[in-house]
């Protein structure tokens, strides 16, 4: 049986991840820095465990030799995914995360001939972000071969985790992005604003710096890609505001203050909160003579379909020996792949 490792399975979606991955009769190994926490935690589900922070490569890597696969939770990911990928090319062992970071993506898809020599899949992003709107996007990609532009977005009220906020604190001093004739750029907060129907009526949009304008553009190969939530006019009103402060918004002192009140404001969500809260993912394709196409699906909160993906692309790698290099969930399992989701709907597509 191979052997999957959960690394920061104390953190909220790790637990998560843990937990499910043991009713599906599982065994991973969960891990982490945080001793006491890891240990309770493989105590309760019968777990082995392994205790190991990410500052020192060699000694990462010699944790991960007997590993199939990773199963990476441990955020911020701008620190934790570059020694966490090093590790896994030197023992061989497969990658996947839950980062929303798009500079993160970024990097680990420069990655593609390492992993391909190494014999290694790196799969960032297999949790909410971003396996429901590559799904949308692959599957618009179908419906319309001769895309030029990409729309992408989703209406949903699961709420942050402390770990996505603080990524979202850590973004505020680059902006938005995205992507223009194949190249990635950088763009004002709420850089665009249009209205929107995701699936539960129309609402005000506006632009994100989301995964999909990296990760969308390997799946589906659209030179130009967007990404939206919806959006009150007063927070739009105040993500340009946001602008404003973007030279400091990075500084040290300011993302230890944000994040201090991060930790002291955000309450992660209750399973009853998890289980009665639903999402509408909308996607949107063009072509060169002004055809449009809309494709639409209302699926699970975000932190289920984290749970659940995580451990379903997990399978899907392992499967498959011939498998290596950078890959995005629709490039290994296609557009259907959300429909293998619990609680997914069908494809609406107009």
């Known amino acids: 049986m191979k052997t999957i490792l959960i690394y920061g399975a104390n953190g909220y979606s790790g637990e998560l991840i843990a937990r499910e991955a043991v009713k599906q009769g599982l065994k991973p190994v969960v891990a982490g820095r945080n001793k006491d926490a890891i240990e309770k935690l493989a105590a309760e589900l019968h777990l082995p465990l392994q205790i190991f922070a990410l500052d020192d490569m060699d000694v990462v890597a010699s944790n991960l030799l007997d590993v199939d696969l990773v199963i990476h939770c441990a ?17 061989k062992t497969h990658y996947t995360d ?3 970071e798009s500079d ?7 990655m593609d001939a390492r992993l391909k020599d190494a014999g290694v899949v790196a799969m960032p992003g ?22 030029t532009h990409l729309t992408l977005g989703f209406d949903s009220r699961s709420g942050f985790s402390k770990g996505t906020a603080k990524t979202s604190v850590e ?9 223009v004739d194949g190249v990635i750029k ?24 989301w995964g999909d304008v990296v990760t969308a553009y390997f799946s589906t190969q659209i030179p130009n890609i967007e990404v939206y939530i919806p959006a009150s006019p ?10 404003w402060i973007r030279p400091i918004a990075g500084l040290k002192f300011v993302q230890n203050f944000l994040k201090k009140k991060v930790d002291k404001s955000i309450i992660p969500p209750s399973k009853d909160i998890r289980e009665k809260t639903r999402t509408h993912v909308w996607g949107e394709a063009k072509n060169a003579e002004g055809d449009v196409k809309t494709v639409r699906i209302e699926t699970n909160n975000g932190y289920s379909i984290t749970q659940d993906g995580s ?29 293998e989701l619990p609680g997914s709907g069908e494809f609406v597509v107009s």
């Open 186 to 209: 950088s763009v004002p907060h709420a850089y665009k604003t249009r209205k929107i129907d995701f699936g539960d009526g129309e609402k005000l949009a506006t632009t994100i710096p």
């Open 126 to 147: 297999v949790g909410f972000d971003v396996i429901p709107t590559d799904c949308v996007a692959a599957k618009l990609k179908e419906i319309m071969p001769d895309a």
């Open 311 to 339: 451990l379903l692309m997990a399978r899907k790698i392992l499967a498959d020996d011939s498998l290596s290099g950078y890959k995005t969930p629709s490039m290994i399992a296609g557009s259907s792949l959300i429909l």
């Open 75 to 91: 955020g911020p990911f701008s620190a934790t995914s570059k020694p966490m990928l090093e590790a896994c090319i030197m023992a």
């Open 171 to 179: 973004g505020l001093s680059g902006g938005g992005k995205v992507r």
């Open 98 to 100: 839950i980062t929303g």
């Open 104 to 110: 993160v993506f970024a990097h680990v898809q420069s």
């Open 234 to 243: 007063r927070m739009i009103g105040q993500m340009k505001k946001l602008n």
